[in-house]
């Protein structure tokens, strides 16, 4: 609570000091920090955050928490966002937003950006629909995070697609790890050879873990606590399962696999961006479900593999990769180069720059 006032305080003070009517409003600080710094940095927003960090992996009541809490804060700083001109909006605490602009409870607010919007799973789509059919307004920017999300939700949710701001899910992390320091973390995995594949959220491992079942191949999963469906008291012995990994284990485990695996389940949007821009940037061979998404990335027998099932297709390419890792390998290099030209931070600072850039209606 003490840390919550002092935040208050200072963004209080911001105010008065700054001609900006810029405003990031967020449920917690680890919430896309690489562009909320640059939006900052570069384009004058205040960051409006109710805390440093909180875990991504919940539990949906525990989602429905937050956003009750959220919007309890929203209300408490009500008076500094009546003041923003332009507000980012991202996680639970757009849901608030939405509903303020809506009731005409920010008069001064030009335009809300709906920074990130995502859904995974395909029930939620359904129900969905209804929300934002409430909570919908001119004034809002939908930004996505693949192009394939604008007829998905347009054709789902109703969305006006001149309305959704496409800007691909890039890399600004700027190298922040030493190489020294991976080279360290990577002699201190102990594994043979083996495959991986990471990721929480929309991952087919049980499909993935059946096909291993089969193969004479060792495969490293990491995901999350949450992703039940993978009990590790019933996975083969070729099958190592671990959970909640460090940020820099993930990448060690990545960098010292062999070729990398992206089994999704649902085509429904956003999902293994991130993981993917890991392999990319570390020239690594990928073998993924074909989906909309994942294509925007990878493309089939150029810098990847693309399978159209996550059973016979896909245990297909892993022998295929299995039998012959040299033979594939340009494809791990062009996945690189097209990491440097669409997804590298560079790349990804232009499109925030017209993004923000962008005439007020």
């Not at 919940?58 to 507000?87: G, Q, T």
């Not at 920017?141 to 959704?164: A, G, I, T, W």
Request: some cysteine.
């Amino acid at each position: 609570m003490r840390t919550e006032r002092k935040e208050k305080r200072h963004l209080s003070l911001n105010f008065r000091s700054q001609e900006s009517k810029r405003l990031i409003v967020r449920h917690c600080g680890n919430a896309h920090p690489r562009y909320c710094a640059y939006f900052k940095r570069k384009h004058g927003f205040l960051d409006l955050c109710r805390l440093p960090r909180d875990q991504a992996a919940k539990s949906k009541v525990a989602h429905l928490r937050d956003i009750v809490f959220d919007l309890i804060y929203i209300l408490r700083n009500l008076r500094h966002i009546r003041e923003a001109r332009e507000i980012i909006a991202i996680g639970p605490m757009t849901l608030g937003i939405a509903l303020l602009l809506k009731l005409n409870r920010l008069p001064s607010c030009r335009r809300v950006y709906w920074f990130g919007l995502f859904i995974h799973n395909p029930r939620w789509i359904r129900f969905s629909s209804y929300l934002f059919r409430i909570l919908d307004s001119k004034r809002i920017k939908y930004v996505l995070f693949s192009n394939f999300e604008k007829m998905l939700y347009h054709q789902s949710l109703y969305l006006n697609e001149n309305r959704m701001f496409y800007i691909p899910y890039g890399d600004l992390s700027k190298n922040e790890n030493s190489q020294e320091f991976e080279v360290n973390l990577v002699k201190e995995i102990k594994e043979e050879p083996f495959f991986f594949s990471g990721g929480g959220s929309n991952r087919d491992y049980p499909s993935l873990i059946e096909i291993f079942r089969t193969l004479p191949h060792k495969l490293v999963i990491i995901c999350s606590s949450l992703n039940t469906e993978v009990d590790e008291s019933v996975v083969p012995s070729n099958i190592k399962v671990l959970r909640d990994v460090p940020s820099e284990t993930f990448d060690a485990y990545v960098i010292a696999s062999k070729a990398c695996i992206i089994p999704i389940a649902h085509n429904t949007g956003a999902a293994g961006q991130s993981c993917l821009l890991r392999y990319m940037k570390n020239k690594k061979i990928i073998i993924a479900t074909d989906t909309g998404i994942i294509r925007e990335y990878v493309k089939d027998g150029v810098s990847g593999i693309l399978v159209k099932d996550n059973k016979e297709a896909m245990a297909k390419a892993v022998r295929a990769v299995a039998t012959n890792i040299e033979g594939y390998r340009s494809y791990a290099d062009a996945a690189f180069e097209r990491f440097v030209k669409v997804f590298s931070g560079e790349a990804i600072e232009q499109r925030l720059d017209n993004m923000i850039n962008q005439k007020i209606d």
